[in-house]
């Protein structure tokens, strides 16, 4: 699947990325580029970047450039659907296309390292609207979960994330452990 504004996107966001070597200053560099990329949506988005899955969130991979350490998914979440308390082990710069995604926010306060022994607080709450752009970066790790509460509406997001996105940590918090998973997407 081709298109300009999104062959664009991925150029530029290859060509920034390699500019700045810091996660920090690359998602900098490219939110505005997502700004951007969120507003031509339309012209870009296919019906399979719109698959869903009536149990769960779904991930539909719409580019995967490895070369340039990048990948770009849409996100579906139907109402009721939530990721597990997680991090990425990546930056990432999210755009919001429909509805209103919701974030909650981690902080790990035990020492790093490990997987045993993690006591993580609440964090803030983010709100993102249709046009909105957010950006993490791990610090060391971006803990949080994300979804759409029952009330609300469908919300569908564009990720870019700094890896292919195939696994990442996952956080119980009563029982204060965390481990790696393999996430599933769907192919474009």
Known sequence: M????????????????????????????????????????????????????PDRYTRNLIRDDPDHGLSLYALVWRPGQWTPVHDHGSWGVVGIVEGVL???NYLR???????????????????LTRGAVTSFVP??????????????????????YGRTMKDFNIYDVAARTRRRVQVAHNES
Do not use: C, K, W
């Not at 306060?109 to 709100?127: A, H, K, M, N, W």
């Open 2 to 53: 081709t298109s300009p504004a999104l062959d664009r996107f991925i150029a530029e966001a290859a060509a920034r990325s390699r500019v700045h070597s810091l996660a920090a200053d690359r998602v900098l560099a490219l939110a505005p580029l997502m700004l951007d990329l969120i507003e031509d949506a339309e012209s870009f988005l296919e019906p399979q970047h719109y698959r869903s899955d």
């Open 109 to 127: 306060v035990s020492p790093e390292g490990g997987d045993q022994d993690i006591d993580l607080v609440r964090g803030g709450l983010q709100l």
């Open 139 to 160: 610090n060391p790790d971006h803990i949080h979960v994300t979804g759409v509460p029952v009330e609300r509406a469908q919300a569908v997001s564009l990720h870019l």
């Open 102 to 104: 919701e974030e909650r």
